[in-house]
């Protein structure tokens, strides 16, 4: 590696206006410092002022088109013939031509038509509205355990206290995993996203293999009882019943991929809504006082927390032929990226972007769900979780106050917070 290259971008990174200063043609918004710093925004800002769409022609992934607006990335979202998610991944980190077999793993979200849509849909009916209606009662039982065992008055980190637990409990639910193992989930899902060519940083891949062996010994001993029981509306039961989808145990990269979807799926991001919606109501006080004022507004308010979090950062499309998007040429076989945050930052779609405001009248505009086919599948699910807990949390605490630093993990795809010291405010 170019040790003076990194220590000149990690420079420009930590300079306040360097976003303003360096040539467009420098840009390489994927970064991982630029999420660990939260400094992203400016960068963002000027691609998508002066030039949406943007050709990097060297990062550590290689050369990729950056595309930052909003109505941008649905185009390029809402067309899988020319922008396909099949043929090299969907993170900027190539799935195929990687030395590391578990970055190679299929799963639906990395397929194309026909096939996404047969697969999709066996699992699909578990997240329903229906089936979600059902899961309501034990959701609410959980986060209501979680938030009255809180420690009231002294410092704890928000994150690992509640985002992590509450999601590993609901994931728990929706596999039907046995419980007392429920942070097994949790690591599975970090292992899986916390690769160095999302993060920057090294990791041991051994023990990453290791845990992924584990995580698939589990699964297949699941999907074993399962498939000998009477259909159930738990996830693996389903996929072990669907008649697309009942012989993927015979294809373990298949099987392991597409379980690892619905665990990260279900994880990282739900965790990080939680954690950054705390986060947004201290930065903006007025918008606290607006909730407390109009708990009615918590439906809507949930939408624009996921907006201003955004927790999934990228999503990657390969061109499948050569295709002029906003002027620009892109080549058949080029790596095209969708920056969601930054859609979400759109001024000429969400004025204030940058600000959480609980009553915006569009923030289901956003796109942090994605957009066409591969719209995330349990953005529902996700929705009734972060509903529930704010329902819950406004019924015991005045106030979830941050009162120490926010730790972001350094990762272009994954928006994370790893730690988020509060003090709870009963009533
Ligand atoms: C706030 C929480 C969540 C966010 C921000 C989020 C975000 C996303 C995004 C950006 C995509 C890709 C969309 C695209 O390519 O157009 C996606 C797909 C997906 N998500 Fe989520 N997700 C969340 C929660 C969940 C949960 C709770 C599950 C639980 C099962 C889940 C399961 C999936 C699945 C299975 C897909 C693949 C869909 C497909 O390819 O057809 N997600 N999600």
Redesign the pocket.
Known sequence: MNTTATTAKTADITSADSANTQALEDFDVSRPELFHQDNWQQWFARLRNEEPVHYCKDSVNGPYWSITNHADIKAV?SNPGVFSSEVGG?SIADSVASDDPTLSIEA??STDPPR?AAQ?KT?SPS?APSNLANMEPLIRERVIDILENLPVGETFNWVDKVSIELTARMLAT?FNFPYEDRRKLVYWSDITTNVPQVTGIAVDMEARQQGLQECAMAFIKLWHERAAQEPTFDLISMLAHGETTKDMIDNPFLFLGNIL??IV??ND??RN?ISGGVLALNQYPEEYEKLHDNPELIPNMVAEM?RWQT??IH?RRTATQDYNLNGKNIKKGDKVLMW?LSGNRDESVFPDADKLIIDRKNARQHV????????????R??EMQIRILWEEIQKRFKKVEVVGEVVRVPNNFIRGIADLPVVLHPH
């Open positions: 979202d969907i639906f979200i996404h999709r699992v997240v929706l979807l619905l799926g279900g991001t739900t809504s996921i927790p999934v999503m969601y942090a769900f994605g957009f066409g086919i591969h719209r995330c599948m349990g953005n699910l996700a």
